[in-house]
């Protein structure tokens, strides 16, 4: 078995052929919450709002996350990192890459949920500038809460008047 700290690491887009693997990491990740493999299927059929990537490593798929974006805002929708690769800087590569397609596509925030028990994720987006706006008490299938975060990405006209996009809460 390759050694995960030596192994490299590269991210690609995902694609059908990875749903399977993508499929069996998801339930060992998130055994509670875990997506169906229809889910990962129905997301990639949707490329004008959505970005799935995969990190690969030594042992196949270590790491993926998605995105949904539909003007004006971004969502993540799923990012996760196997434990025997996690510290190797995976999840901040992808979650950097999903903020620069959120501003490809001309989002003016990037909006997540976590789960309130998960304080590792949570100090990687405070990391990345998110700030907490709200919980949704008892959000995930075991009663934890998750909190919602947001990444404003507008950036603030040159005459000092913040950017308005209309229907923006």
Known sequence: MP?????????????????????????RLFP?????????LDEL?????RRYLVAEGGDGIVGYAGLMCIEPIADVQTIAVVPEYEGRGI???????????ARRRGAADVLL???????RAQQLYLR???????????????????????LPLAEPHPEGHDATVAGKQ
Request: no cysteine; hydrophobic share 40%.
């Open 3 to 27: 050694d995960p700290q030596t192994a490299e690491i590269t991210v690609r887009d995902m694609t059908l052929d990875d749903v399977p693997a993508v499929g069996l990491l998801e339930h």
């Open 32 to 40: 509670i919450d875990a997506w169906p493999v229809q889910m990962f």
């Open 45 to 49: 059929s949707q490329p004008e709002t």
């Open 91 to 101: 999840g901040s590569d992808l979650l950097t890459r999903l903020i620069g397609e």
């Open 113 to 119: 949920e976590v789960r309130a028990d998960n304080p």
């Open 128 to 150: 990345f500038g998110f700030e907490q706006i709200h919980i949704r008490p008892r959000y995930y299938r075991d009663g934890v809460d998750a909190l919602i975060m947001r």
